[in-house]
């Protein structure tokens, strides 16, 4: 009651961050609701398919992980590689072939940034890498299970990769396709406690990306077998599948497919409204906790694993490794917009020109990821990754003059992670790195909710992104100042100690002599006596 | 190539601009203004219009004194719109001169010395107000007496508007005559008196004076801001209810609350000048606290100070307030 009454009249933040609905779906602050817009989707009738196109001739795999850190390479140059050998750190080869030079390339990155590669020149023979035996059946008996549906033998396999987990999760090299790219593996292995529930993030809210949906609609059974083995390997209370209400084929598809093997996964449908996929946001709609920023959701006994994750791994049980994703071509100016399999290290532009897409022009631009998230991209020749969930075309745009801000907090209303973007704005502006600590620039999502609604066409997003890496770099800046500061001072410290050593040495020494020095002299006035005496004696 | 991060366009974006804001606050001034004109004075068009194209003029001396480039920034359309609001807050007789300071004060010291739109702290049209209503108390306390309009010939009006003082340049025509006192003026010097109020004489006072459509005419405006969502709902709730419940606690038992309400430029107030983001709190709560200050300081100045309207000081008391309400405001919710 009293939660009402104050709500009503706007004071629900003052009174904790609790739930907006009592039941679930809870809801969550702000958001958006927005065109979806999905062009891949086609006519959005029951087909639905999911073009495969052949890898190219030369693929470049970035040797960076999810925190855009570069990684060893554990291949060399010329050596000859198998599909899913490993060429680093949970990065695995998508084609057999030989390589051809680890070298700096151009990747997908707002700043159109150069990372460490590796070139692989393809032999289009897919031979895949010998481990053990296990792996070889498995890859033969995969077209046998995705076909006749055996429960049994599906659940056998399942086993199976719970006794084997953690080598086989090493292999599979998953991670997670919603877009951060966070590896699988150290998702789940970290999961020791008990985990309470298990979230597959099925959302998809941003417009224009379709590639799960189309996903679900096409392998809902591979998928029911990935979250089977998801929840007994990760033993949760609960595991939810959170689907948006427009998805509708796919929700239906997903029931089916769940009923089909007799999958305890409870399937919650949520209101379609961005960012509803991203995972704070996911996680107060499904279970009504909020999850502050720089705490981890495993501490609060949740999990979220992106659908398109849970296919992969259903196919690394069944013995490929993670080496392809699905990517949706969309966006006004994309001629035919369709979902596809890409193998990870094909260029764009190799996707955009088998799909029948070559831009036919320089004016448009393409970009990567959706028209929130992504970015324009400088070149189309960069290679796609496990994080590049979307390609989409659009016709050149002259952004509007960002005008000056007026205070209207329409950017605060649809904050999901509810910060005060016209605050966080003016003090980026002041480059007061405290101020936007204060105000947990951090906990920013990047959503573009807010540049979205702001009257004054402010790139309220782009300037967070660039005041977060700043702040990062002046903390690492002041860390070495810092460690650098520390050695100074150890050093110090010891020569002084070292010096104080050694002056307490002389002193000793000294100290020593002198007093060994006092009876001496009686002793040579002694000796001296005695010789006098005795030549004395001897003159006489 | 500009690297575009959230593309506006793509998203389906269907963000006002800020343009798009300042214009729809001018259009539901309308049915105010027309009731204005028709109740009051049509010569409020004339103020208006006077002052609008001065504060333009005005606006692109000063942008340009601050070596920026005039046009994107004229085109938002806020001086235009604090303009109108000035011209609707004065008199109508007012001679154009002493309106001619009011907008420089306005554009000048209110708006551009702060950093133009965004930057000022206070609300430009109220600090034009103000600086006028100190500079000229006879002439801002010169109301129109719709009747007496009648008795005057245009050209004695056009000389009125342009001469330098609206009382001594024509000492033939009776001012008495053409000029009343607004109703709250009225009921004040009858305080001042210590007669009785009549009731039915004062309700009667207060609709033939027309005062009561025009700010049911500002009202209709207001609820068609709120209905497009140009404000929310916080301030003009809560400066009315800060005004409603010391009147009705404390004023005069015989004076009916919705006649003070609706006499007086509350409603202009609550819906249309405080509202401006730009110089009010910036949360929710924030926003209450700062309407239910205006609300509060409106009827203290009415009840007890020497002005006869209250909204200007109180606006620009509570502006003064606006980051101490911010800070705290935020110190609360992170506690939270």
């Known amino acids: 009651m009293l939660n009402k009454i104050t709500s009503a009249i706007g004071l629900n933040v003052s009174l904790g961050r609790s739930a907006h609905r009592k039941t679930a779906p809870f809801g969550f602050h702000g958001g958006l609701s927005l065109d979806t817009n999905k062009r891949a989707l086609g006519d959005n009738t029951e087909l639905c398919s999911i073009i495969s196109i052949n890898p190219p001739a030369l693929l470049t795999i970035p040797l960076i992980n999810y925190r855009k850190d570069s990684v060893a390479p554990k291949v060399q140059i010329h050596e000859k590689v198998k599909r899913g050998q490993a060429l680093a750190d949970n990065i695995v080869s998508p084609v057999s072939g030989v390589v051809e030079a680890i070298e700096h390339c151009e990747i997908i990155h707002p700043g159109g940034l150069r990372a460490p590669c590796v070139v692989i020149r393809n032999d289009r023979l897919d031979t895949p890498i010998n481990t053990d035996t296990e792996y070889r059946n498995n890859k033969q008996e995969q077209q046998a299970v995705s076909h006749d549906n055996d429960n049994a033998e599906a659940q056998a396999k399942i086993a199976h990769f719970i006794a084997h987990s953690t080598t086989m999760l090493d292999q599979a090299a998953l991670v997670g ?6 590896p699988t593996a150290q998702k789940l292995l970290s999961s020791n406690q008990d985990l309470q529930t298990l979230i597959i993030n099925a959302a998809e809210c941003e417009p224009e990306i379709a590639c799960d949906e189309a996903l679900m609609r096409s392998s809902s059974i591979q998928i029911a077998y990935g979250i089977s083995a998801l929840s007994q390997l990760t033993q949760c209370k609960r595991c939810v599948v959170a689907i948006e209400d427009t998805k509708t084929l796919a929700i239906e598809s997903m029931r089916t497919a769940l009923d089909t093997i007799d999958s305890t996964a409870e399937l919650m449908i949520i209101p379609t409204r961005y960012p509803a996929g991203a995972e704070s946001p996911l996680i107060q709609n499904v279970t009504g906790q909020f999850i502050p920023h720089n705490e981890k959701p495993i501490n609060h006994g949740v999990i979220c694993i992106n659908v398109a994750t849970t296919y992969a791994l259903w196919q690394a049980i069944n013995g490929q490794p993670m080496d392809s994703r699905v990517v949706s071509l969309g966006g006004a100016e994309m001629p035919n917009p369709c979902n596809v399999r890409v193998r990870f290290g094909t260029p764009v532009s190799y996707v955009l020109q088998q799909t029948g897409n070559a831009p036919a022009d320089d004016t448009i631009r393409i970009r990567a990821g959706g028209p929130l998230s992504g970015f324009d991209l400088h070149s189309t020749n960069v290679p796609i990754t496990a994080m590049t969930n979307c390609i989409l075309a659009e016709a050149a745009l002259c952004a509007p003059a960002a005008q000056p801000c007026i205070r209207c907090d329409d950017c605060a209303d649809v904050c999901p992670a509810m910060l005060q973007p016209q605050q966080l704005y003016w003090y980026t502006q002041a480059a007061e790195h405290d101020k936007c600590e204060e105000l947990q620039l951090d906990a920013c999502i990047e959503c573009g909710c807010c540049d979205l609604v702001c009257p004054a066409s402010i790139k309220l997003t782009e300037t967070f992104r660039f005041a977060k890496s700043n702040a990062n770099y002046i903390k690492a800046q002041q860390q070495l100042a810092d460690d650098a500061e520390l050695r100074f001072l150890d050093r110090k410290n010891r020569l002084e100690q070292k010096e104080q050593a050694r002056q307490l040495a002389i002193e000793q020494r000294k100290e020593k002599l002198r007093s060994q020095k006092k009876p001496d002299r009686e002793k040579i006035n002694a000796a001296l006596n005695r010789i006098r005496s005795k030549r004395h004696t001897q003159k006489d | 190539m500009a690297n575009i991060i959230v593309d506006r366009r793509a998203a389906g974006a269907k963000a006002l601009s800020t343009q798009r804001i300042m214009l729809s606050v001018v ?24 002052a609008v194209l001065t ?28 303009a109108i609001l000035l011209a609707l807050a004065v008199p109508p007789m007012i001679p154009l001169w002493q309106l001619l300071v009011g907008v420089a004060v306005m554009v000048l010291l209110g708006k551009h ?23 000229f108390p006879q002439s801002m306390t010169l109301w129109m007496d719709p009747l007496g309009l009648e008795n005057l010939a245009l050209v004695d009006l056009i000389q009125a508007k342009l001469t330098l003082n609206i009382v001594t340049s024509n000492p033939q025509i009776a001012w008495d005559g053409i ?24 309700i009667q006072r207060t609709m033939d004076s027309g005062w009561c459509w025009v700010n049911l005419g500002f009202l209709l405006g207001g609820l068609f801001l709120l209905f497009k969502r140009i404000i929310q709902w916080h301030i003009p709730v809560s400066v009315i209810a800060g005004y409603v419940l010391w009147a009705g606690l404390f004023s005069e038992p015989g004076l009916p609350l919705h006649l003070s309400v609706f006499s007086g430029s509350l409603i202009l107030g609550a819906f249309f000048i405080a509202t401006d983001p730009v110089t009010a709190a910036s949360s929710k709560r924030g926003r209450l606290i700062f309407g239910f200050g205006i609300g509060s300081l409106s009827f203290v100045i009415r009840e007890f100070g020497g002005y006869p309207e209250g909204i200007a000081f109180a606006v620009l008391l509570m502006n003064l307030c606006v980051p101490l309400i911010d800070h705290a405001d935020r110190q609360l919710a992170r506690r939270n």
């Open chain 2, 113 to 135: 010395v702060y950093g133009g739109l965004g930057h000022n702290p206070f609300n430009p049209a109220m600090v034009g107000y103000a600086a006028m209503l100190i500079s």
């Open chain 1, 177 to 182: 396709l919603g877009g951060a790219g966070f």
């Open chain 2, 55 to 82: 504060a333009l003029l005005l606006e692109a001396f000063a942008i340009r004194l601050r070596g920026k480039k005039c046009m994107p920034q004229i085109q938002d359309a806020s001086i235009a719109l604090a």
């Open chain 2, 179 to 202: 000029t009343q006192a607004t109703p709250l003026e009225h009921i004040r010097s009858l305080k001042a008196q210590s007669q009785t109020i009549v009731l039915s004489d004062l």
């Open chain 2, 27 to 50: 259009l539901a001034l309308i049915p105010g203004i027309v009731a204005y004109c028709y109740f009051i004075s049509p010569l409020v068009l004339v103020n208006a219009l006077f």
